[in-house]
C-alpha cells in the first residue's frame, strides 16, 4: 500500500491519537511516539462495524461503510480508531492490520500466524465539525498542565490534563480529560540476596548446578507421548520436549525448591517441583490433563427491585485453567468499568431496568452466561395487579351455564410473575426469600347444574407471597434405539458422579439438584450392549416432571486387529451405500494407560451413527453445541459420529490410540462450503459440549486400482475421550414456535406444560445441496406456560432449503399433529395462509393414512423482513428468541394435542397440574400437600354390550373443615375387552384420603362410584370390603345403582382392586397409578386395559340405549357454543383410544401461588 499517515486511539481520551506509517504491529517496530493533538473544530464519529472476519479477513472500508451510513462520515477524515468488539485496541491485539483515514482499516487472514484469524473489529473517524450549524455550545477555558508520570520504574503509565467549562448557562462539547501515555524511571540495578542451599547464583538471580541434570519425560492426557511439550522456569523458556516426550536440562539445582512449569497446547499447564536429590542426575516424570474448557456453574439470577434498592449479579464459571477475566453487558452494551464476575447497582434507577449477562474469558477460550432481567418498579407501583386475569375452565356435561352460554366458567388466576424482593442489608447472588403474584383471597360460587349445585372456588383478589417451593424431575426409560430393548441396571452419571440406576425395564427417576443451569447426564450400560451415552435433557425449571426417553445406539461388535500392522476401519450404516468414515491407525499405535506401547491383538469396537439413516437422529449424543471464540453457545451440523472402544484381547484392559489418521468421504459432504470448515470434535461428557480435536484437509487419493476419490483428512489421538463427530458450524439459525394443548379445541387456557417438542433438522432437498433424507441436527425443548421456541437450521433465500420434523412427547404418550389432508384448515393448524403455504406444512399420515399422526414436517423459511405476514411467527429469525418466547397466542404457531381419551376432571379449588407452583392453600384442594402427591385409582369391571361413563363424586367424610364439601368429580369412559365384547373395565380417579393442608388432621374421602345409565352393582371385592368393615366408619351402600365408600387410608394394592402411588409430580403419580391399574397388578404396567385383573367392583348395566348424553355426546355437539374459540373439530377421535392408556391428565389451567398466611374466603 502507498505510505499514508495512520492514526490509532490509545483509548483515554478523543484527544489523543498515535501516527503510524504503512502497517502497523503490536511491537511497535514499525510504529512510530509521535502524538497528534485534536483541535476544537474536529470530534469523534460513531462506531462502524460492516464486515466480520470471514472470508480473508476483516474489510471495515469507508465507501462501504458510506454506502450504509450515508453521511455520518465526513468526506475527508483526518484519523481513524480501530478497536475489536471486545474494546481490545488495535494495538494490544498482536495482529498486523492496515489503516488509511481516506480509505478504512482492514485486516488479512493469510497475514496472521498459523491457524490464526482477524478478530472482528469496530472503526470510527475524526472529523470536523459542520462549519454550518450555529454555534450554540459553551466555551472552553485553557488546558490545564500535564500531571506528573504517576508510572513506577520499568512500567506505562498515563499523565493527565484537564479543563473546565467557562459558560453557565451552555454545554462545552468534547473532553474534559485529556491523557498521554508515558514511561516510568528506569529501574536501578540490585546486587541479588539469594541465598541458595545448592549451587551458586547466575546472573539472573537464579541457583544454578552446574553438575546436576535433569532428564524428564512428558506425557499427555491418556499417557500418550507428549511432543513439542514447553519447559519454562519462573516464564522463562529452556527446552522443548522430543518426539518421544522426553527433554533434558542441565544446570538445574535439585534443591527440592526448583519449580518448572510444561505446557502443552490443549492441555493446563502444570508446575512441578524438582524433588531433592544428591545424585548428579535426577528423572523427573510428568503426566499432563486435558485443559478443561470454560463452562458456566451458575447464571445471574433474574431480578425485580425497586427503585433506589440494590441488585447483585454473580456468574459462576469453571475451568482449567480458571477464567482470568470477567466482563458484563446491559442490554447487550458492555459495562466498562465491571470487571468482576459479581456486579452490584446500587441507587437503582428505571433506566438501569434490563437483560445482564457476563463474559468470562481465559488462556482455553471465552463463555457467555445466560441473559438474567432486572425489573425495576416505582416506589408505589404494584409488582403484582390486585385484580385476577381470566381463566376458563370447562364445566361438567350436566352443568351448561345459560349466563355464558356455554360450558366454560372464568375462575380467575393470578400471573406467574415474580414480586419485588423485601431485602435486608446483604448484597447477594440468590435472593434468600423470593415472593411470586398468587392468591390473596377467594370466594365460592355455586354454579346450577341439572338437580344440583356445584361449588367452585374463584379468585377475585391477587398478591405477594412467598414462592411455593418446588422441585423438579426428569424421569423416563433408557431403551435400544434400533428394538425397544431397555438398558437394565445401567449406571447414570452427573458431573463424573454416579447419582441413580435404571431399573429392570430401563426406567429411570432424577431429582434435579438446586440451582442445575444445565442437566447433563450420561448413561453407561454395565452389561456393554449400549454405547454410554451423554444427554442434555431439557427440564422444567419451575419444578414438576418431565418424560424423556432415552434411545441408545448398540455397541458394535468387536473385531480384532493387530497392534503391529496398519488396520483400516471403515464406517457407514447404510446398505447399499458407500461408507462414510475411514479410520486408520498405523502399526505401534496403541498405548495402556500407564503410557506402554501395547503389543498384541487388539479388540476394536467401534459403533458409528450413520446420519444417512434417519431412524438414529434420537440417539445424537448431547445436544451437538460449543462455544465459539466470543463464548456464544453456536450450533453443529453432523457429519456423523463414532465411538470407540479398543481393549486388549487378553486382558480387556483399555487401550488408548495415538496419530489416528480419519478419512471423510467427500462425495457425502454436498454443501461445498463445508469442505474448508470439517473439523473433528470430541464429546466433554461433564458439560456435554463438543470441543475441537482438529480440522480435516482435502486431499486425493485411490481406492482400488483406477478410481481416485476426494477425502477429507484428519489426525487425533484417542485417549480419555471415546466419543468423536464430524461437524460443520452452521450459522443459519431460527425458531419454530410450536404449542401443546390438552385436546383439539385449542383453548389459550389448555395448553399443556412439559411436554418434550423434538425438532429433527433433514437436510437440504435434491436439488439444492443434498440428500433430504439425511438428518444433521436433533434437538429437544420442553413446553412452558407459552409453548416453546425450537432452534432450526433455516434459510432466507430458498423456502425449502431446510426442512424440519417435529414431534412431541408427554410421559411417553405421543400426542398429535394437526392434520393436514383431506381437509387443510389453516386455523386449525395455527398459521395463516400464504406463509403456511410457503412452509409446505404436512402431517406425517398426509400421503398414507396407515402412518402415526403424531409428527408433522415443514420447510424451514426463513420469514422475510419485508412481508408483513411472516413477521408474526410461527418462525423466527435467531436473533429474536425474546419476541418468539413472548409472542401472545394470537400469533402464529404449530400445534399438538393430546388424544382425548373419554374422560373428564373438575376440581372445586383449581389447579394446574402441569405448573406445581400454582397450588392454592385451600381444604378443598385436591391436592393437599404441595410436592407430595398421592394418586388413587379404583378398578370397575362393566358387564354390558357397551361402553359405560363411570363418575366418581368425592366430598369431605371426616373432617370437621370438609365433610359434605366437593372435593370434586372424575368422569372415564371403560374400555372394552379386546376379546370379550360385552365386557369393559375402567380405572377411576378419587381422591385419596389423608392429611389435608393445615397437616392437623386426616379426613378419610367419601367416594361415591356411580356408573351411567341402568346399572346395578353385582359384586365388591371382598378383600376391600373386609377392610371397609374393619376400619370404622362405614358408608352407607343402600343404593345398587352406586357405590360409596370412605376411602382407605393405606395404599391397599391389586388385591383390594385399589392402585395408589406418591410422588413429587402429580402427572407422574397419576400415570404409575394408572399403569398399574390397567394391568391389574402393583408392580406393573399396562397401556391395554386387562379387565379380569384386579378388580375392586362389578357392576351389570343394561343392553338398552341410554336416553341421557354422556359427557362426551354433549361435548361434541357443544363446539360451537365454547367460550374463546371456535372451530371445526376434525375427524372423531373415538375410535382411535379402545386399546391404549390415556395418561391423566386436568382439563384446566391455573397459576396461583401459595399465599403466605390464611386466607379470607367468602362463601355465599
Known sequence: MSLRCLFIFLGITAATVVTAQGSWRQSGKESSSAVYQTEDNYQWSTWFNVDHPGGRGDYEQLDAIRFYYRTRVCETPKAIEARTTEWIPARETGETVHADPTVGFWCLNEEQGPQLNCSNYAVRFLCPKAHNSINIQGTWGPWSDWSPCPALCGQVGVQLRHRNCQSDSLLCSGPKLDGKACNGPECPKTACSLQCVMGQANSDCECMCEEHTMLGSVRSAGGLVAKGAAILRSGKFLTLTDHNGHFRIPNICPDGNTTLTVRLKGHAPLDVVVPKSSERTSVLSVQLKRAEKLHVLSNPESKVRRAGQSAAFCCKVAGTPQP???????????????????????????????????????????????TATLRILGRDEHSCNPKPESHLIRLPHDCFQNSTNSFYYDVGKCPPSRCAEQLDNGIRCKDKVSYCCGVAKMEERQLTCQG???????????????????????????????????????????????????????????????????????????????????????????????????????KKAPVTISSTETNTLELGEVESQEPMVQIQIPPYSFYKENGEVFTGNVSASVTFLDPRDISTAAAAQSDLNFIGDEGDTMPLRTYGMFSVDFRGEENNE????????????????????????????????????????????????????????????????????????????????????????????????????????????????AGYST??????????????????????FCDEQKADAYTAYVMANLGGEELEAVPSAPKFNPNLIGVPQPYLGKLNYMRSDHEDPRVKKTAFSINVAKPSPNTAEEGNGPVYPFENLKECEEAPFSAAHFRFSRVEGDRYDYNTVPFNEDDPMSWTEDYLSWWPKPMEYRACYIKVKINSPHEINVRSRNMGGTHPKTVGQLYGLRDTRSIRDMDQTSVSAVC??????????????????????????????????????????????????????????????????????????????????????????????????????????????????????????????????????????????????????????????????????????KRTKARN
Not at 431399573?503 to 450420561?522: A, C, H, M, N, W
Not at 462450503?673 to 470441543?691: A, D, I, R, V
Not at 440428500?771 to 432450526?792: E, H, I, M, Y
Not at 365388591?1020 to 366408619?1033: A, D, I
Open 452 to 554: 344440583y349445585q356445584l361449588p367452585t372456588m374463584v379468585v377475585t383478589k391477587c398478591g405477594c407471597q412467598k414462592c411455593v417451593d418446588t422441585k423438579a424431575i426428569v424421569h423416563g426409560r433408557a431403551i435400544a434405539a434400533d428394538n425397544g430393548e431397555p438398558m437394565r441396571f445401567g449406571h447414570i452419571f452427573m458431573n463424573g458422579v454416579r447419582i441413580s440406576r435404571t431399573g429392570y425395564k430401563g426406567t429411570f427417576s432424577i431429582q434435579i439438584p438446586q440451582d442445575t443451569e444445565r442437566l447433563v447426564l450420561t448413561f453407561m450400560d454395565n452389561m456393554q450392549k449400549f454405547v454410554n451415552t451423554t444427554k442434555v435433557l431439557p427440564f422444567n425449571t419451575k419444578g414438576g416432571a418431565v418424560y424423556h426417553e432415552i434411545k441408545l445406539l448398540r
Open 988 to 1157: 377411576l380417579e378419587f381422591k385419596c384420603s389423608g392429611m389435608l393442608y393445615d397437616q392437623e388432621r386426616v379426613d378419610r374421602t367419601l367416594v361415591k362410584v356411580i356408573p351411567q345409565g341402568s346399572c346395578k352393582r353385582d359384586h365388591v371385592n371382598s378383600m376391600l370390603q373386609e377392610y371397609l368393615v374393619n376400619h370404622l366408619p362405614l358408608a352407607v351402600n343402600n343404593d345398587t345403582n352406586e357405590f360409596t365408600m370412605l376411602a382407605p387410608l393405606d395404599p391397599l394394592g391389586h388385591n383390594y382392586g385399589i392402585y395408589t402411588v406418591t410422588d413429587q409430580d402429580p402427572r407422574t403419580a397419576k400415570e404409575i397409578a394408572l399403569g398399574r391399574c390397567f394391568d391389574g397388578t402393583s408392580d406393573g404396567t399396562s397401556r391395554v386395559m386387562k379387565t379380569n385383573e384386579g378388580i375392586a367392583l362389578t357392576f351389570i348395566c343394561g343392553d338398552r340405549e341410554v336416553t341421557r348424553q354422556n359427557v362426551f355426546q354433549t361435548m361434541q355437539r357443544s363446539q360451537g357454543q365454547t367460550v374463546g374459540t371456535s372451530i371445526v373439530r376434525g375427524e372423531s377421535r373415538q375410535n382411535r383410544r379402545r386399546q391404549r392408556a390415556n395418561a391423566p391428565r386436568s382439563s384446566r389451567r391455573r397459576s396461583t401461588r401459595n399465599p403466605e398466611g
Open 771 to 792: 440428500n433430504p433424507r439425511a438428518w444433521g441436527r436433533f434437538d429437544s425443548v420442553v413446553t412452558g406456560p407459552n409453548g416453546a421456541c425450537l432452534p432450526a
Open 324 to 370: 482470568d477475566a470477567y466482563q458484563w453487558f446491559h442490554n447487550n452494551t458492555l459495562m466498562e468499568k465491571e470487571s468482576e464476575s459479581t456486579l452490584v447497582i446500587r441507587d437503582l434507577h428505571p433506566e438501569q431496568s434490563g437483560e445482564y449477562y457476563c463474559r468470562a474469558s481465559g488462556p482455553t477460550g471465552a463463555i457467555k452466561t445466560k
Open 654 to 765: 483399555p487401550l488408548n490410540a495415538g496419530e489416528v489418521k480419519v478419512s471423510l468421504d467427500s462425495a457425502q459432504v454436498q454443501m461445498s462450503e463445508h469442505l474448508n470448515t470439517m473439523k473433528l470434535w470430541s464429546l466433554n461428557p461433564e458439560t456435554g459440549l463438543w470441543e475441537e480435536e482438529g480440522s480435516l484437509q482435502v486431499e486425493k487419493k485411490k481406492r482400488g486400482k483406477r478410481e481416485e476419490r476426494t477425502f477429507l483428512i484428519g489426525n487425533m489421538e484417542i485417549r480419555e475421550r471415546r466419543l468423536f463427530n464430524l461437524d460443520v458450524p452452521e450459522n443459519r439459525r431460527c425458531y419454530v414456535k410450536v404449542r401443546a394443548f390438552r385436546s383439539e379445541r385449542f383453548m389459550p387456557s389448555e395448553q399443556v406444560e412439559g411436554v418434550v417438542i423434538s425438532l429433527i433438522n433433514m437436510e437440504p432437498k
